[in-house]
């Protein structure tokens, strides 16, 4: 049965030729990329560049506890982060650095720079506004852009909109795209067979998920800080054995960027659109997931959990990001013809020998698993706000958890990716209209707990009184 479910689901057919179609046409035709620059940059001149003047704030906020946050049924601000970092640090950092860099060049890595540092910016606006906006829940907050759509805008007919998009997006098309990267990496370092592969995978992430916001949020606490060390650790061996060539390779980065040289002045286009569009899909800034999990954490006031998830963003692309992508260039492979994970596979074994496959065989099933498990808790919130009734949310644990990443590890490549694409797309679209127009919230917030700060205040506290207007829908600040 599998077999026959693997070759229709690999099958280059009418799917992926529509999926394509639609794709280019929200990226392309409407520069959602446009759109998502514009946002950044008026967000980082609205905060007054809060992304770059609070950054000693931000790794202050990642070891602040408070004392609640101990208690059993409480996220704690770090647990939160690790969460979100958990879903932005997986299939993007590894195979989406390398489909960039193989169809849109050197440059892609740029501007995948790019959309982090104003990205950055656009995350704090969205987390803060989802820790604003949090609701009580049985066994902590919940929240996201849904609560805030619904809360902040009362419409009723977009939240749910938002909420089934991120349930299609993360839940179930984003699972499915991890999984398959899993899978083929497994295959090629280790020659495992996709469908077993498959099995596992989907057993070991429902035994997690069925546990719930809090062992998701224990789980992903200690495999992220181990899994971000260990492969900078190794980026930082490779550049240190090919130091001579690390001016030439920034060198490169900047020229193919700008169209700079013969080989690049064609690529200036394919580079902004697959960089932005694969640094979106690894760091999410604008996308609407990340406040989901912001959310839950028991904090004193919205801003710290947008200052942290700032961070998140940083961390994912101007770290993980670029150690993937400073491999790939200084091995010289970007251009032999690879793409996705084989790319990045293919770059460290000509650096480190076979070892290399192995490596990243392994880093690639704890970055996307990880980001399955928070995938899914995304995906949860949001079926929680359409409805509280117990046995659908147990339903989406098993097809999110299960169907979809047994289905992600029998699917060709490019199917899974071209349909996460276009639920990208229109949620992110989706979720910069609501903050553009609640921004100014978050922008009042910061502005609190900046004079907070000044008056010598070390642990700035929200009182709701600072927004009279919503009183009735700031429950869980009362």
């Known amino acids: 049965m599998f077999d026959q479910i693997s070759e229709f689901l690999s099958k280059e057919g009418w799917l992926n030729t529509h999926l394509e179609g639609v794709n280019n046409f929200l990226w392309e035709w409407h520069s959602l990329v446009f759109v998502l620059v514009a946002c950044g940059i008026y967000f980082t001149i609205r905060?007054?560049?809060?992304?770059?003047?609070?950054?000693?704030?931000?790794?202050?906020?990642?070891?602040?506890?408070s004392p609640r946050s101990r208690e059993k049924h409480h996220v704690s601000s770090f647990q939160a982060?690790?969460?979100?970092?958990?879903?932005?640090?997986?299939?993007?950092?590894?195979?989406?650095?390398?489909?960039?860099?193989?169809?849109?060049?050197?440059?892609?890595?740029?501007?995948?720079?790019?959309?982090?540092?104003?990205?950055?910016?656009?995350?704090?606006?969205?987390?803060?506004?989802?820790?604003?906006?949090?609701?009580?829940?049985k066994d902590s907050f919940i929240g996201g852009p849904a609560y805030y759509i619904l809360h902040g805008l009362h419409s009723?007919?977009?939240?749910?909109?938002?909420?089934?998009?991120?349930?299609?997006?993360?839940?179930?098309?984003?699972?499915?795209?991890?999984?398959?990267?899993?899978?083929?990496?497994?295959?090629?370092?280790?020659?495992?067979?996709?469908?077993?592969?498959?099995?596992?995978?989907?057993?070991?992430?429902?035994?997690?998920?069925?546990?719930?916001?809090?062992?998701?949020?224990?789980?992903?606490?200690?495999?992220?800080?181990?899994m971000a060390i260990g492969y900078l650790i190794l980026a930082l061996v490779v550049l240190s054995m090919?130091?001579?060539?690390?001016?030439?390779?920034?060198?490169?980065?900047?020229?193919?960027?700008?169209?700079?040289?013969?080989?690049a002045g064609g690529l200036v286009g394919a580079a902004m659109s697959h960089g932005i569009k694969r640094g979106l899909f690894s760091n999410?800034?604008?996308?609407?997931?990340?406040?989901?999990?912001?959310?839950?954490?028991?904090?004193?006031?919205?801003?710290?959990?947008?200052?942290?998830?700032a961070l998140g963003v940083f961390t994912d692309t101007l770290l993980v990001c670029s150690c993937t992508a400073f491999i790939i260039l200084i091995s010289g492979l970007y251009d032999s013809g690879a793409a996705g994970i084989d790319l990045t596979q293919n770059a460290l074994e000509s650096q480190i020998g076979p070892v290399g496959q192995i490596f990243i065989a392994i880093a690639i099933l704890c970055f996307a698993f990880t980001s399955i498990i928070g995938n899914y808790y995304y995906g949860e919130a949001?079926?929680?706000?359409?409805?509280?009734?117990?046995?659908?949310?147990?339903?989406?644990?098993f097809l999110s958890g299960g169907v979809m990443v047994m289905i992600g590890a029998l699917a060709s490549l490019d199917v899974v990716w071209s349909l996460g694409e276009?639920?990208?797309?229109?949620?992110?679209?989706?979720?910069?209209?609501?903050?553009?127009?609640?921004?100014?919230?978050?922008?009042?917030?910061?502005?609190?707990?900046?004079?907070?700060?000044?008056?010598?205040?070390?642990?700035?506290?929200?009182?709701?009184?600072?927004?009279?207007?919503?009183?009735?829908?700031?429950?869980?600040?009362?």
């Not at 699972?175 to 899993?182: D, K």
């Not at 949001?382 to 644990?397: A, C, E, G, Y």
Request: glycine letters at 8%; hydrophobic letters at 55%; proline letters at 4%.
């Open 284 to 309: 999410e800034a604008g996308e609407g997931s990340a406040p989901n999990v912001a959310a839950t954490a028991l904090v004193s006031h919205p801003v710290k959990q947008g200052l942290i998830q």
């Open 422 to 478: 276009v639920f990208m797309a229109i949620l992110t679209l989706c979720n910069l209209v609501a903050i553009l127009l609640l921004g100014k919230y978050a922008f009042k917030l910061l502005a609190d707990y900046r004079a907070q700060k000044k008056r010598g205040i070390k642990s700035p506290t929200f009182n709701s009184s600072l927004f009279p207007n919503l009183k009735n829908d700031l429950d869980a600040w009362d």
């Open 242 to 263: 090919n130091y001579e060539k690390i001016p030439d390779m920034f060198a490169l980065i900047f020229k193919s960027a700008f169209g700079i040289g013969p080989a």
């Open 156 to 226: 009723r007919w977009m939240a749910a909109l938002f909420a089934v998009l991120l349930i299609l997006t993360f839940g179930l098309s984003y699972n499915s795209i991890q999984s398959n990267t899993i899978a083929t990496a497994m295959q090629k370092a280790f020659s495992f067979d996709p469908t077993i592969v498959g099995i596992v995978l989907s057993v070991v992430a429902l035994i997690i998920v069925f546990g719930g916001i809090q062992r998701i949020a224990k789980f992903s606490s200690i495999i992220v800080p181990v």
């Open 47 to 65: 905060t007054r560049f809060v992304q770059f003047r609070m950054i000693p704030e931000m790794f202050k906020m990642l070891i602040e506890t």
């Open 382 to 397: 949001n079926i929680m706000f359409l409805t509280r009734k117990r046995w659908v949310v147990q339903v989406f644990r």
């Open 81 to 137: 982060f690790a969460v979100s970092v958990a879903t932005r640090v997986g299939t993007g950092n590894l195979a989406g650095v390398a489909g960039a860099i193989a169809i849109g060049g050197p440059g892609a890595v740029f501007w995948m720079w790019l959309i982090a540092l104003i990205g950055s910016a656009t995350a704090f606006v969205e987390s803060t506004l989802a820790q604003l906006f949090k609701c009580r829940s």
